[in-house]
């Protein structure tokens, strides 16, 4: 048998053979470069600007992957490495099943286009009311298959039976802290420390704490809250995605046709009147950087169930207004859906709607782009 032939000095070994025997590997993670002026904590591994918090949107790092194949060369992540890696708290938990996750109703007909396929889930149930009583403790920070932001699971005493309940969790909370809900009154306990009878900035500075659940009327003025609910003894229906929060204006306390309400200005801008007993959770929704991610490739988006949409320029005249022609046409026709409606809301095509009472002012609207012409005009009126 031959042997090979080796050209170099003794101890010399052929670099061909170790990449021959080196196997191939799955994506690695690849660091993005620091920016400059981002320190590293090494006790507890965190990078944050002198001066900024890390979370901010100044030190946005996410999670990049090395391209061993096209689906990861654009994928990125926000980096959560504190939420759980086990399975939920089953007993909260129901399987997702039926025809009505592809779009049908109880026929069978879409009634809900692009929906249909995805991974297996299961629905955590969550409780937006927030009524037991007493301290929480935060067992551990979870992913959420069917929402955008983080849930924590709290563990609590009633009876000297521990029960679990799951709930939206607030940027920046972890494992091992403990929350508390005023929704069914302020305890006797915290009265007698106040006097019985606490001022208001005395009891704001004893409850007005990341993760907690306080009426409206007890939450200070300029708090960031989410979870906001919309009647009394409601669940919160407002600011329940990741990164959204609202902002408390005033309490309208000298004004008697107001005085049940709290002004509460939403984070597109809008300002609202909400009832003064409502519920609302003290911080802001987590997952901030849920926007800023890239799916990578178009299967992780079918994973997640979502079906592709197709335009209607590229249909047949049949199935949509603006198919059919000789290439890019639709015809010259208005913009509509496939049933025919206007699909742009514009100052023509708008719907006149009933104004709601409680909304104080409503969200800015964009002006659009104008022509020269229409700009001479409207500085000559």
Known sequence: MLKPRLNGPPGWICQRCFHSLSKRSFPVEVQPPLDPGIAINEELGVQSQPGHHPEEKNAVILRTYKPRTPGVRHLK??????????????????????????GRNHTGHVTVRHRGGGAKRR???????????????????EHDPGRNAHIALLS??????TNYSYIVAPQGMRAGERVESYMSGIPEQLMRELGGKPDPGMLAAKTAFRGNCLPLHMVPPGTTIY??????????????SAGTFATVISKNEGDPQYHNYVDVKLKSGEVRRIQRD????????SNVNFNRRSLGKAGRKRWLGIRP?????????S??????????????????SPWGQLAKGGYKTRKKSNV?????????RSEGKKTKKAKKKKENR
């Open 278 to 285: 409502c519920c609302a959770t003290i911080g802001v929704a």
């Open 77 to 102: 992540r926000p980096i959560n490495d504190h939420l759980y890696k086990g399975r939920p708290y089953l007993p909260l938990t129901f399987p997702r099943k039926g025809q009505h996750i592809g």
């Open 227 to 240: 979870n906001i609910g919309l009647r009394k003894n409601g669940p919160a229906q407002l600011c329940r």
């Open 309 to 317: 949409t197709v335009r209607g320029v590229a249909m047949n005249a």
């Open 356 to 364: 709601n009472q409680y909304v104080v002012t409503a969200r800015p």
């Open 123 to 141: 629905i955590r149930t969550l409780d937006f009311s927030r009524v037991a009583p007493g301290q929480h403790l935060v067992e551990r920070i």
């Open 319 to 336: 199935d949509h207004p603006h198919g059919g022609g000789r290439g890019k046409s639709k015809g010259n026709v208005q913009p509509v």
């Open 156 to 161: 609590y005493l009633i009876d000297n039976k």
